[in-house]
């Protein structure tokens, strides 16, 4: 493998970890659909499914700093391939749970808490990873295409799930997907490594295309950052602020939305499976556009435009969606224009996870795990309070509080540098555009 042309291993690798992205989020989604099932077999009020849901992302969200420390130093690649198996066997507990078990909804809470606890590392882990081996001209492409996984996977969640569910019954869709998630962490530990310099098939001028793309400060031998230089940052505090809106309004979709749908607007189970997944092929087409879009624009007209404006014009642009969605009269129209959101939504998902690794550099699993944290704090909040203030004020509401959020999450963007550098490293550079 020595020859002038660069191998593209790290492109190979991206694409496995958009496969661990759409099963991880095959597995969180599925109690979504599996949601009016698990409610009547368990004798569950929406307010306690409400919960069951916040408990995932409570798990999820409370341990995203650990899973980012833990792929800094263990590394990526025993870090997901851990995590997948973690996720296998909790979604497995999950469909093990005895239908008649006293305290039923204590033991739903605990399993889908460290279901949380599991998934926590995927995405501190795969931007880690996309520190050690993406140059930053490419990593807005490169996490557009990890985070195409999430709309992906959790599109084909409801035709999935309910045609398991039809023919087998909940539990066996969940144990199908458990198994799905022990594959992908067999084949990643299989073919994955640390660094390229560890990967038999990288060559040499693909190695050198990969140092010379990322700045000095942010390769393996770089500083790592401390809390308090982390926390000190302006920058930092943005984009969890913007993430954390942004996790409120993609938490309606995968929890809520399925439920809308088939009880709001009355569609049938299978019916409400094919509009359900409308907005999740949305969020896997934004996503990877979005990620395109960003490289393109910073190559053009600098790295503001690039991450923020790109950023900001898509959660804007999710606003007027989701808004006018919410006040559609029929499911049809109400499924396209939400998906039309979501979409718009995930064009900025690549901006928040690029920039983050630029800031971090070789702590960048640990900055994006305290990002995410916000992102998923956001989504426990929606599951928990989408059944209130649906109840109170009717299922607009909850849509209509979602697009204020995604305005405010814009706003947020447009205070942050994405030229300034944490700590003592050196500027950046522009590296190939």
């Given at each position: ?8 291993v ?18 969180r ?20 499914l ?13 341990f ?6 833990a792929?800094?130093?263990?590394g ?11 996720w296998?066997?909790?979604?497995t ?32 882990s795969?931007?880690r ?8 001209a ?19 969640t409801?035709?999935?799930i309910?045609?398991?569910?039809i ?13 799905l998630?022990?594959l ?8 994955a ?12 001028a ?5 140092r ?16 308090g ?21 993609a ?10 749908l ?11 499976s ?47 969606f ?45 900055l994006?795990?305290?990002m ?12 928990a309070?989408?059944?209130?203030l649906?109840?109170?004020f009717g299922w607009t ?7 204020g959020?995604?305005a405010?999450?814009?706003a ?22």
């Open positions: 493998m020595d020859s002038d042309k660069p191998t593209r790290r492109w190979m690798l991206v694409a496995w970890m958009t496969l661990m992205g759409a099963i991880s989020y095959l597995d989604v599925n109690i979504s659909i599996a949601g009016q099932s698990i409610s009547q077999g368990f004798h569950l009020t929406d307010a306690q409400g919960w069951v849901f916040s408990a995932f992302s409570l798990g999820y969200g409370l995203q700093i650990g899973g980012g420390w792929a800094d130093r263990l990526p690649r025993r870090v997901l391939a851990l995590g997948a198996t973690w296998a066997v909790f979604t507990l999950t469909a093990s749970i005895p239908a008649g078990l006293a305290k039923a909804f204590l033991v739903l809470l605990a399993v889908r808490f460290l279901l949380g606890v599991g998934e926590s590392v995927m995405y501190p795969s931007n990873w996309v520190a050690n081996w993406v140059p930053t490419e990593r807005g492409l490169a996490n557009g295409l990890i985070f195409a996984g999430v709309g992906a996977g959790a599109a084909l409801p035709p999935l309910a045609s398991l569910m023919h087998f019954g909940w539990r066996a869709a969940f144990w199908f997907c458990a198994l998630g022990l992908v962490a067999v084949g990643w530990y299989g073919i490594r640390d660094h390229p310099d560890q990967h038999a098939w990288v060559n040499d693909e190695r050198k295309w990969i010379e793309g990322i700045p000095q400060g942010e390769r393996v031998e770089g500083p790592k950052l401390s809390w230089t982390m926390l000190a940052s302006q920058d930092v505090w943005a984009i969890t602020l913007s993430y954390f809106c942004f996790g409120y309004v938490y309606i979709f995968f929890t809520w939305f399925y439920i809308y088939t009880r709001v607007r009355g569609l049938d189970l299978k019916t409400g094919y509009y359900g997944m409308l907005p999740f092929v949305a969020m896997s087409l934004g996503s990877a556009a979005g990620g395109w879009i960003a490289d393109a624009v910073s190559r053009r007209f600098g790295r503001w435009w690039g991450r923020c404006g790109v950023a900001a014009l898509g959660l804007t642009g999710a606003a007027v989701v808004a006018f969605g919410a006040r559609a009269h029929s499911a049809a129209a109400a499924s396209i224009m939400l998906a039309g959101g979501a979409g718009a939504l995930y064009i900025s998902q690549s901006a928040y996870w690029a920039l983050s690794a630029d800031l971090g550099g070789r702590s960048s699993g640990s994006s795990g305290f995410n944290m916000g992102g998923q704090i956001g989504g426990a909040v929606t599951a309070l989408t059944p209130a649906a109840r109170h509401a909850p849509f209509l509080t979602a697009a959020l995604c405010l999450g814009a947020a963007w447009l205070v942050v540098d994405p030229n300034k550098s944490l700590g003592p490293r050196e500027a950046r550079t522009q590296a190939r555009g």
